[in-house]
């Protein structure tokens, strides 16, 4: 019956080789209109040799329509090209109309593979632009349904809807598995499933499909045999197809609905689900249940046994046409949501309950009355209400109301934000019984929010600064929380417990930045500043201060965060000597006097380098680090003393060392 899991051999025969050296002729020409189901869900991005899948077949496609009668009637449905998660992504692509070429490259050059496998929608979609007498669909597929419908069903159901529909199946690229799981719908659609595997076979599967079928074969010689007719009492009327539509506002149903026919005795003759179906039916009257989302309708039905008999159902519905927008002026698409709608639909006004698809678009047909739709996408939620009125149809777009806030920080005296987020802690935060969003080191976070008041906090080095913001649908607020100075007032000693210096000789400070919050740049506050007890305004991080009395030193990290006051107290662990020298009482007194200081080793005895060597007429003081050092004194006129000091920690000693 099929060419199904044969792989190439029944697709070759009777075709030139294809390439530029083959000779190209027009196919067979054929009446039927044609429609081709163009696959470009995400995974017909995979690589097929040097292209993808969906690159093959657009060039495959162009060249087999290029072998086309220019009168012949096609056209072209695409789906999963625009969006990643939308079932209802299903666009035409070129209306049905006569070959040209040139015009479906240009709608194929825009195609991406993005998205989900919508079978059931888009074959539904493709029927709905062939005429009432029917054609051709042909599918061109690399995967199976992925929105929760059975296309094999539905084919069924195109199928007994109107007998003139034909359904091709192409599987490009599958496994055994996965193509029988499409073959059914080319045997319930009555036509053929071939699979392919490459290139070559898809552009034979193509022309096969696409040539009209064979001529039926007979012998002309032959003649039929006499028949000997005898007098018989007339038949009883003979069924015939009767093509039955349901329509609201002159239009085919969205989706399908259950057609039960029963006889004026009440016994079921009939039942089929679709748009519309063609059961066989006697001349005759009957009764017509339609069923569907909240619709139980009953109506007479009168067969009059005519060709082609057609008859056109209104049912007591209006359609419904659903849509969502992020807010005014900001599509999804701009969004960061990720995933499916969830819809609910409330009757307010006793009506049975309806269900809604889970896409981004649904429609729906309903019993008239009062509703309210309610969709829930990514954490937010809108609703509304509409009025369904037989026999109109009603659109609504639900307004999420969502809005962007985009937070900043800048450092004291600066308008341009710090570009690092090192150290950032955001948080945005909205009625009490939301959860707060929140962002770690990210210099300018942006969050999606419905419309609203909120309270944005910056949390860095210990401090919190908070600003309110009010964040409008529709548009991004852009909101700059200013990062105050830190205020470090520094204290030195020469230990704990000893008074803070008091003159300014006695204190050297350097003030170096080591990492500025929002990596900013900044040069020493201080160096080698002779001051007792400095005071300054600095840009907040971490700071380096370094208190140089003498040859005692201390030095600190400190990290000061927006707005902190901070008093710090260096402590040297030094002591302060004073040395004099004199000769003995009636000697005359030196002129100059040189004082050498040596320190002490740790395994004993004294360094032979002195760390201080100073000259004085009279005394000498200095602060030293705590420890024991040797003092040697030595004047002009030769005479020279010693002495060994044990210095502590806080203290100040005193000593005179006699001249011989």
Same mark, same amino acid.
């Given at each position: 019956m099929h060419c199904l899991m044969l792989g190439l051999a029944c697709l070759l025969g009777g075709f030139a080789p294809s390439g530029a050296a083959a000779e190209r002729?027009?196919?067979?020409?054929?009446?039927?209109?044609?429609?081709?189901?163009?696959?470009?869900?995400?995974?017909?991005?995979?690589?097929?040799?040097?292209?993808?899948?969906?690159?093959?077949?657009?060039?495959?496609?162009?060249?087999?329509?290029?072998?086309?009668?220019?009168?012949?009637?096609?056209?072209?449905?695409?789906?999963?090209?625009?969006?990643?998660?939308?079932?209802?992504?299903?666009?035409?692509?070129?209306?049905?109309?006569?070959?040209?070429?040139?015009?479906?490259?240009?709608?194929?050059?825009?195609?991406?593979?993005?998205?989900?496998?919508?079978?059931?929608?888009?074959l539904r979609h493709a029927a709905g632009l062939l005429p009432e007498s029917g054609g051709t669909i042909m599918l061109v597929s690399d995967g199976l349904e992925t929105c929760h419908e059975d296309p094999c069903a539905v084919a069924e159901s195109l199928k007994e809807a109107r007998a003139g529909v034909v359904i091709h199946v192409v599987g490009f690229g599958l496994s055994e598995g996965e193509m029988k799981g499409l073959a059914c719908i080319a045997e319930r659609g009555g036509g053929q499933a071939i699979e392919t595997k490459n290139a070559n076979g898809l552009e034979h599967a193509l022309?096969?499909?696409?040539?009209?079928?064979?001529?039926?074969?007979?012998?002309?010689?032959?003649?039929?045999?006499?028949?000997?007719?005898?007098?018989?009492?007339?038949?009883?009327?003979?069924?015939?197809?009767?093509?039955?539509?349901?329509?609201?506002?002159?239009?085919?149903?969205?989706?399908?609905?259950?057609?039960?026919?029963?006889?004026?005795?009440?016994?079921?003759?009939?039942?089929?689900?679709?748009?519309?179906?063609?059961?066989?039916?006697?001349?005759?009257?009957?009764?017509?249940?339609?069923?569907?989302?909240?619709?139980?309708?009953?109506?007479?039905?009168?067969?009059?046994?005519?060709p082609d008999e057609r008859h056109e159902i209104p049912l007591k519905a209006g359609l419904v046409r659903l849509s969502i927008v992020a807010a005014q002026g900001l599509s999804l698409a701009d969004t960061d949501l990720k995933g499916d709608p969830v819809w609910t639909l409330a009757p307010k006004a006793g009506q049975a309950l309806a269900t809604l698809e889970g896409v981004l678009a649904p429609e729906a047909m309903l019993a008239p009355g009062r509703y309210a739709p309610t969709v829930s996408l990514g954490g937010f939620s809108a609703t509304a209400e509409i009025d369904v009125v037989e026999g109109k149809t009603v659109e609504s777009v639900l307004d999420l109301r969502l809005g962007k806030v985009t937070l900043e920080a800048a450092l004291p005296g600066e308008k341009t934000p710090i570009k690092t987020g090192t150290g950032l802690s955001w948080t945005l935060a909205?009625?009490?019984?939301?959860?707060?969003?929140?962002?770690?080191?990210?210099?300018?976070?942006?969050?999606?929010?419905?419309?609203?008041?909120?309270? *944005?906090?910056?949390?860095?080095?210990?401090?919190? +600064?908070?600003? #309110?913001?009010?964040?409008? /649908?529709? !548009?991004? =607020?852009?909101?700059?929380?200013?990062?105050?100075?830190?205020?470090?007032?520094?204290?030195?000693?020469?230990?704990?417990?000893?008074?803070?210096?008091?003159?300014?000789?006695?204190? *050297?400070?350097?003030?170096?930045?080591?990492?500025? +919050?929002?990596? #900013?740049?900044?040069?020493? /506050?201080? !160096?080698? =500043?002779?001051?007792?007890?400095?005071?300054l305004v600095l840009t907040p991080g971490e700071w380096e201060v370094t208190l140089v009395s003498g040859a005692a030193s201390a030095t600190r990290h400190l990290t000061l965060a927006p707005g902190a006051k901070l008093r710090e107290r260096l402590d040297l662990a030094a002591g302060r000597l004073t040395i004099s020298a004199q000769p003995a009482p009636g000697a005359a007194p030196p002129a100059n006097v040189l004082l050498s200081i040596f320190a002490a080793k740790t395994e004993g005895g004294f360094e032979e380098k002195p760390i201080v060597q100073v000259g004085t007429p009279r005394s000498y003081a200095a602060i030293l680090p705590v420890g024991r050092y040797r003092v040697d004194a030595a004047d002009e006129q030769g005479r020279k003393g010693t002495t060994d000091i044990d210095l502590k920690t806080g203290e100040s000693v005193e000593r005179s060392i006699d001249l011989k």
């Open positions: 002729t027009v196919l067979p020409a054929s009446r039927d209109p044609v429609i081709i189901v163009l696959d470009a869900s995400g995974s017909m991005a995979a690589a097929l040799g040097k292209e993808t899948r969906l690159d093959a077949a657009r060039r495959i496609l162009l060249d087999t329509l290029s072998l086309f009668p220019v009168d012949r009637q096609v056209g072209l449905v695409a789906y999963g090209h625009r969006r990643k998660n939308d079932c209802g992504d299903i666009e035409t692509v070129r209306d049905l109309g006569p070959v040209d070429v040139k015009a479906i490259r240009e709608a194929l050059k825009p195609l991406r593979a993005r998205g989900k496998t919508p079978l059931s929608g888009a022309r096969t499909l696409a040539e009209p079928p064979p001529a039926p074969i007979g012998n002309p010689s032959e003649k039929p045999s006499p028949v000997e007719t005898k007098p018989a009492s007339p038949p009883p009327p003979m069924p015939k197809p009767v093509t039955l539509k349901a329509v609201i506002d002159g239009r085919a149903v969205p989706g399908p609905v259950t057609f039960t026919v029963a006889s004026d005795k009440g016994e079921t003759v009939y039942s089929g689900k679709g748009t519309q179906v063609t059961p066989s039916l006697a001349p005759g009257r009957y009764r017509l249940r339609l069923a569907g989302s909240n619709i139980d309708a009953q109506t007479p039905l009168t067969v009059a046994g005519q909205g009625q009490a019984d939301t959860k707060p969003l929140t962002a770690e080191a990210v210099a300018r976070p942006t969050f999606l929010v419905s419309a609203g008041a909120y309270m *944005a906090r910056l949390a860095i080095a210990g401090a919190v +600064i908070e600003q #309110a913001v009010t964040a409008e /649908a529709g !548009e991004t =607020k852009i909101v700059q929380l200013d990062l105050p100075s830190a205020a470090l007032a520094l204290q030195g000693s020469l230990g704990p417990g000893a008074p803070a210096f008091t003159d300014w000789r006695d204190a *050297a400070w350097t003030v170096r930045p080591v990492k500025l +919050i929002g990596g #900013a740049q900044a040069g020493p /506050a201080l !160096e080698g =500043k002779l001051e007792a007890a400095p005071s």
